[in-house]
């Protein structure tokens, strides 16, 4: 029996080990929405009330459409349950992203942490330019062109975006370059708003244009890499060790 199995063709899988494998997904997408409605929800109470007000307004419409049209109600209904659970969904998926942003505003990282998480074939490189108080230039490669994303201090961002300007200029030569910081004040762009803004720049690269070009800019090595992901605010700098008294 041991030389059977030992001989048993490689090819043949076991389906009971396909079945597991092929549910391990969905059981895992279940847990990161169980887990993702938990933190919403911890710093948003009134989200059950709109996913409910969304899922009863949206099957409300629905079935008033579909009663008009003089559907019969076994289809009806249904119908209307579907469109009320997307509702519902696309409420609870505004919401998240809303108090997500809440979450890491005014944090060091923030930015990164958003345009890492951007959809859509986006190049983002975090950290290229960073300096000790953890003011730093983040890169975006798209079909607009390159973007520079600062965060920090306006003050010392100028000088950090206008170096990284003059690094990317010099391989991405006649590409379009565009700077944008990330604040609250005049001429700086909310975290909640970046990705919209980013994604609303017009597009004037062909894909192979931006393949092209990323395999310029990864030439360029920052000397000092940014902590990936928003930094708590309350964290403490490590102390320099004091030198013994000879």
Known sequence: MAK??????????????????????R???????????????????QLPLWMALAF??????????????????VIGIPIAVIFGVLAATFVFGRRAQKAAFNQVEGQPGAA???LGNMRGDWRVTQGVQVNAQLDAVHRVLGRPGVILVGEGSPNRLASLLAAEKKRVARV???VPIFEFQVGNGEGQVPVSKLQRKIMRLPRQLKPAAVSDINHRLKALQPSLQAPKGPIPRNIRQPKMPRPKAR
């Not at 279940?30 to 948003?44: E, V």
């Open 4 to 25: 059977d199995r030992a001989t048993a063709p490689r090819g043949k899988a076991d389906p009971k080990a396909k079945a597991a494998k092929a549910k391990a997904p």
């Open 27 to 45: 059981g895992q997408r279940i847990r990161q929405l169980i887990q993702a409605y938990k933190l919403t929800y911890a710093r948003d109470r």
């Open 56 to 73: 009863v307004g949206a099957a409300a419409v629905i079935f008033l459409i579909n009663f008009l049209a003089g559907i019969a109600l």
């Open 112 to 114: 990164g942490w958003v």
């Open 172 to 174: 991405a030569y006649e």
